[in-house]
């Protein structure tokens, strides 16, 4: 017997939900390899705990993660179908419109994390180069399960951190895009990818098992009136019969109540 086929949508409040709360459980988790790897790309030489700039850090995840989803889920809606590789432009569109609200949140962590109090830098082209790029690769991955989703933030690093390390250092210390890149060394690049990928699993998972909870929660069915966990037809078929059922009993007891009084 064929199955009958449906489309199911998500609505965009869910994934940006979703994303919010994701966002929260990706920074409490990552935090201190973030700080880690903050100060290695800016060659920050800096003493004291790595949950420095914590609250600024879960800002930015809370923010930026579910404007993310939320772009992403409306772009791929609005693009054609049939598009090739539709997941990979609709993750650089929605990650290039986050770099405006992003790079103001991340200079205020990553200055905190470096403890900086020099020239302020907004790093809004390598903030639009690292979004759109490691989201592109992020979403491109198209993460169905646990284990993928850890995948698409592997992705994401692999991709966007050499963008990220310019971005640190003109945040951190107040450089132009061609100063960061003369001052972008190879060797902290590649250490910094130690704590970016050491970081990337816990934080993709937590992620990953957040947004999709919350999306398959409102998943909504077009096909059938059975979503957003309201009773089913059957129940509310049943009740409506009882009621009538009952109002006729009731109408029928007034009635004779009302002969025999007579």
């Known amino acids: ?11 965009w409040y869910a994934s940006a939900l979703g994303g919010g709360l994701g966002g929260i459980a990706a920074g409490l988790v990552g935090h201190p390899l973030d700080s880690i790897k903050v100060r290695l790309q800016s060659g920050a030489k800096v003493q004291g705990s790595l949950l420095r700039g914590l609250p600024a850090a879960l800002g930015v995840q809370l923010t930026t ?8 889920d409306g772009v791929k809606r609005r693009l054609p179908q049939d598009v090739l590789y539709i ?3 609709a993750g650089l569109i929605a990650g290039a419109m986050l770099a405006p609200a992003t790079c103001w949140l991340e200079m205020i962590k990553c200055r905190a ?3 900086s109090k020099g020239t302020m830098r907004l790093g809004l082209t390598a903030t639009a180069l690292r979004c759109g790029v490691g989201n592109a690769a992020f979403f491109h991955v198209d993460a169905t399960d646990l284990c993928t989703g850890i995948q698409a933030g592997l992705a994401y690093w692999l991709i966007a951190l050499p963008f990220d390390s310019i971005k640190s250092l003109q945040q951190v210390h107040g450089l132009s895009m061609l100063g960061a890149l003369r001052s972008l060394s190879l060797n902290h690049l590649l250490q910094a990818y130690i704590p970016a990928l050491a ?6 998972a937590a992620c990953f098992l957040s947004v999709h909870t919350v999306r398959n929660y409102f998943t ?3 096909h059938s009136n059975d979503h957003l966990h309201l009773p089913p037809h059957d129940f509310i078929d049943q009740r409506e019969e009882t009621k009538k059922r009952m109002s006729i009993q009731f109408s029928t007891a007034t009635l004779g109540r ?3 009084t007579t």
Do not use: H, I
């Open 113 to 115: 994390q470096a403890n």
């Open 65 to 72: 993660t579910a404007l993310l989803f939320g772009f992403y």
């Open 220 to 222: 909504v069915d077009e």
């Open 1 to 11: 017997m064929e199955k009958k086929k449906t489309s199911q949508s998500v609505p």
């Open 87 to 89: 997941n990979f432009f």
């Open 258 to 260: 009302r002969t025999t």
């Open 199 to 204: 970081r990337a699993v816990p934080t993709s």
